[in-house]
C-alpha cells in the first residue's frame, strides 16, 4: 500500500508540474511557445492526470473500501459441517489453493498449501502478484477469526479490511452462512501445512489504475449480511445455487448464458444450447469425463474436473437449471 500511496503522490506532483508549465507556455507572449509549449507540456498533464485519477481510484477502492466489521461468530465445527466444507472446498477452493507441483502449477490436490502465482502464470503478471494463501492452520489463517473468515467469503476483505484482488471477484459471497460456516469448520480441521513461499494479494500501481479505470469489469455487488440456501434438492432453483458454487456462474456469467471478454480473460460461451440437445444421463456422464458428446474433450480452461466431484443430485440440479427458462 505505502509504494502505491507514494506512485499516486509522485504522479500528483508530475500533474501540478506539468499544468504549471502549459500555463506558462499559454501565457507566453510568442505565438509558437504557446502552442508548441502549451501541447509538449499540456498532453502530458492530461495524461499523467487521468492515470493519476484512475490510480487513486482503484487505490480507493482497495485500501479504503469501507468494508463492515467482520462478524462476531465462532463456527461449531460439528462433523456434519466439516463434511460440507470438505465436499465444497475440494469442488472449487483446491483448484487454486490446492499444493503447487515441482512445475509450479497447481495440482488441484490436498494440502490447501496455495503459492501459484496466479498473474504471472495468467499473463498478467504486471498487475502484480496474486498467489492463493496457505488456508491450512499453518498459514495466516491460524491468526484470523472465524468472523474475519466469514467476511473473507461473504465481502472479499481480508483481516486489515482491504479489497482482496481475486476473491472479491469470486462468486463465494453468494453461499449460504450455513456453507460458509461449513467451510471455516474444514479449514480449520485440517492438519497444518507450512507454506513454501509468498503468498497473497501485491497489487501494483498498474494494476490499481487499470481497477480504478473499471479494466477488470464492473465492482462485484455489495454482498448481503445474511443469506440461506434454497432447499437442496433437483430443482432449477437449487441448480442455480450448485452453478454458484461449482463456479459455473463465476466464468459463464451470471445466468451462465456467456460472458464477454475482459482485458484479463477471454469470452467464454453460453453452454446452455449444447445442454439443451442432452439428456440428463448424457450431461452428468459429459460432465464427469471432460468430453463432449462429439467426442470432443474440454479445453483445459474449462475446468470440468470441478463438476466431475460433484453428488448426483448436485449435477441432477445443475442439469435442471440449464435446461430451465433463463432467470
Ligand atoms: C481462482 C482462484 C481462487 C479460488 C477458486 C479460490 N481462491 Fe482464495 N485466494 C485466491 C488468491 C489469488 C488469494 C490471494 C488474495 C487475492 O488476490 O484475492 C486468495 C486468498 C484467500 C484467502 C486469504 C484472504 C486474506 O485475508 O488474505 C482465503 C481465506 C481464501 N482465499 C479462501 C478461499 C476459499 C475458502 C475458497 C473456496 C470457497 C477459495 N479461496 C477459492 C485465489 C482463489
Ligand atoms: C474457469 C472458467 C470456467 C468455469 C469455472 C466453468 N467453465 Fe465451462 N467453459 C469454459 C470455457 C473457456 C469454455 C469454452 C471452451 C472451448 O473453447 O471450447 C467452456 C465450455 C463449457 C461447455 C461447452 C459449451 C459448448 O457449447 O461447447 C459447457 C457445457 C460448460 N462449459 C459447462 C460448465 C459448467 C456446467 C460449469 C460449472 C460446473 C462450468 N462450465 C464451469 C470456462 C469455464
Redesign the pocket.
Known sequence: MIANLLILFLMVVLAVLFAWLTYRAVRARKLWVKIVGGLAAGVPALLVAVIAFTGGKGIAATYFPGAAPAPQLTVAGTPEQIARGEY??NL??V???GAVGPDGAPTGELPLT?GFN?SQREGFGFIGD????N?TPGG??AG?SDGE?FR??RH?V??EGYK?????F?P?KE?SDDDTQA?IAY?RSLPAAASNGP???NLNFIGAAMLGAGMFGPPAAPAPDTIAAPAQGVTAEYGKYVAT?G?CRGCHGPAVTGSPATSVSPAIPNPRPLVATLSQAQFAEMMRSGVKPDGVPFPETMPWENAAKMTDSDLAALYAYLTAPVQ
Open positions: 465444497l472446498v472449487s477452493c483448484g487454486c489453493h496455495g496466479i496474486k498467489i492463493p494463501e488456508l495466516k489463517l484470523y473468515i473473507v467469503l472479499g481480508n483481516k482482496l484482488g481475486l476473491m472479491n469470486l463465494y453461499l467451510i479449514l503468498t497473497g494479494d458454487y463456479e
